[in-house]
């Protein structure tokens, strides 16, 4: 497969880009520390290996051309990412005790992860533009090579999102204070919302 490398650097700029997932594996990150990130990152990664499998089918294709679904697909992301926003604004400081930290139950964690990925139709959108760049559909091993650019960019979901976490961690220090924890909920929710009503208002 030609450009694959050019697909490599393009997937890891659009990854490394601050987007919902990333507020996401940051706020877990300082709440539960790394090792309590991770059922996060795992569901953001696996929400993304089937976002760009429904990019390859029928639904994928009903979205970019329906303005009804785009709308409705579209406002139910929105609608729950502003949901997330409004919980985490709510809820109250708790003081992190770094070296006792209840970890947040890991299967809720990677479902919280999975449902902010499959609720955001820009993904969708994103792989049916991206990938049929870098895939020759004249070969009868096209299915091959779609999986091998899913595989990579979910892969690269999951290093990136460890390294955003890893380097995270310096910030529990900073912020292991009720004070601290207030401003993470804070900052978190206005940023959860913020993508919401940013989703909510954009068009194709």
């Not at 490398?5 to 990854?15: E, G, H, K, M, R």
């Not at 429904?54 to 679904?69: E, R």
């Not at 992860?113 to 049929?132: D, E, R, V, Y």
Request: charge should be positive.
């Amino acid at each position: 497969m030609e450009n694959y490398l050019i697909f490599l650097l393009i997937a890891i700029v659009t990854v490394l880009s601050p987007g919902p997932g990333v507020v996401l594996t940051l706020t877990n990150t300082i709440r539960y520390g790394f090792k309590g990130a991770i059922g996060g990152i795992l569901g953001i990664a696996f929400g993304t290996f089937l976002v760009a499998a429904v990019s390859a089918t029928s639904l994928g294709l009903l979205l970019m051309t329906s303005s009804i679904a785009f709308t409705i697909m579209k406002f139910i992301g929105a609608a729950y990412l502003i949901y997330l926003g409004i919980k985490l604004w709510r809820t109250p400081a708790v003081k992190v005790v770094l070296n006792n930290v209840t970890v947040k139950n890991k299967k809720r964690q990677f479902l919280e992860g999975l449902s902010l990925q499959l609720t955001n139709p820009k993904a969708i959108f994103f792989f049916m533009s991206i990938f049929p760049q870098f895939i020759d559909f004249t070969t009868n091993n096209y299915q091959a090579q779609f999986m091998l650019l899913v595989i990579t960019y979910s892969l690269l979901v999951v290093l990136i999102h460890f390294l955003y976490s890893f380097l995270a961690t310096s910030a529990r220090y900073w912020l292991s204070s009720e004070k601290g924890g207030k401003i993470v909920n804070k900052l978190s929710g206005g940023t959860f919302m913020c993508f919401g009503i940013g989703l909510a208002s954009a068009s194709k």
